[in-house]
Nanobody, 126 residues
Framework: QVQLVESGGGLVQAGGSLRLSCAAS????????MGWFRQAPGKEREFVAAVNWSGVSTYFADSLKGRFTISRDNAKNTVYLQMNSLKPEDTAVYYC???????????????????WGQGTQVTVSS
């Protein structure tokens, strides 16, 4: 089983940047596809970005393309989410998730990810 811990959230002004980290323990993440999701107050959890086990393929929510990037360092067992040009509507709790590389299904579907972190709050002020 893999344990995930997010960090890097905080309060930032609109237009600013943050980099979230997701540190894994228990197992190497090289066997897992990794995703980021977020949930704003009163809204359902939504897909943000994902990266496959090798880091070769990345996926983003259409609305976030060009502002967010996802990367991974398997040697450090860590996944990153770089968020630029942040907007107030990006305010949410951001969650890191992992799914075995061999599992089928869409990267944007949260039901495909059996392992989740506790989340980190990102607040963007206007």
């Amino acid at each position: 089983q893999v344990q995930l811990v997010e960090s890097g959230g905080g309060l930032v002004q609109a237009g600013g940047s943050l980099r979230l980290s997701c540190a894994a323990s228990g197992r190497t993440i090289s066997n897992y596809d990794m995703g980021w999701f977020r949930q704003a107050p009163g809204k359902e959890r939504e897909f943000v970005a994902a990266v496959n086990w090798s880091g070769v393929s990345t996926y983003f929510a259409d609305s976030l393309k060009g502002r967010f990037t996802i990367s991974r360092d398997n040697a450090k067992n860590t996944v990153y989410l770089q968020m630029n040009s942040l907007k107030p509507e990006d305010t949410a709790v951001y969650y890191c998730a992992a799914k075995p590389y061999y599992s089928s299904g869409y990267y944007y579907s949260d039901s495909m990810y059996p392992y989740w972190g506790q989340g980190t709050q990102v607040t963007v002020s206007s």
